[in-house]
């Protein structure tokens, strides 16, 4: 597991790497460091069995990016395009924080043959996500394939 850990708080190390200066920079930092908080304790759950704890976790992420992106609409008339680009730039990167987390969650729970609860986190990201932009496309392929794969492992076996 802690290979997968490091992939997802490299994405989260982006938020920080994202940060403008000025008075702005403050709330995003704060936006970042609260994403990294979660993420954390995501897998900090995960590596302890705690399934239901690491959901929670995971949902206070896609939480804060959907409060970012209804922040971002309803300022959006009093931003420059610099503002909205970065704005959007961090709703991205937690939401694939978010994503990310729920497939080494899938991950988990397939390697822990928890296969109906990992069909759940893949499940998770195609109806959470398959409306949105292309950008996640490549996260619902993963997901996709995550739920190919159970199939495949929960295939009954031909009889001989």
Known sequence: MPRHRFLSLAGVAMLG??????????????????????????????????????????????????????????????????????????????????????????????QTKRYEQARGAYQRIVETYHGKSGEYAPYLERARAGLKDLDLILAPSPSP
Do not use: P
């Open 17 to 110: 790497g994202a940060m403008v200066v000025g008075c702005a920079q403050d709330i995003y930092q704060q936006r970042a460091h609260i994403v990294k908080g979660h993420t954390e304790s995501f897998y900090r759950h995960l590596q302890e069995g705690r399934v239901a704890a690491a959901v929670a976790e995971n949902e206070q992420i896609e939480v804060l990016a959907g409060e970012m992106e209804r922040g971002l609409v309803r300022r959006a008339s009093a931003m420059d395009a610099n503002q909205k680009t970065r704005e959007w730039s961090l709703i991205k990167t937690t939401n694939q924080t978010a994503i990310d987390n729920w497939l080494n969650l899938g991950r988990y729970l397939s």
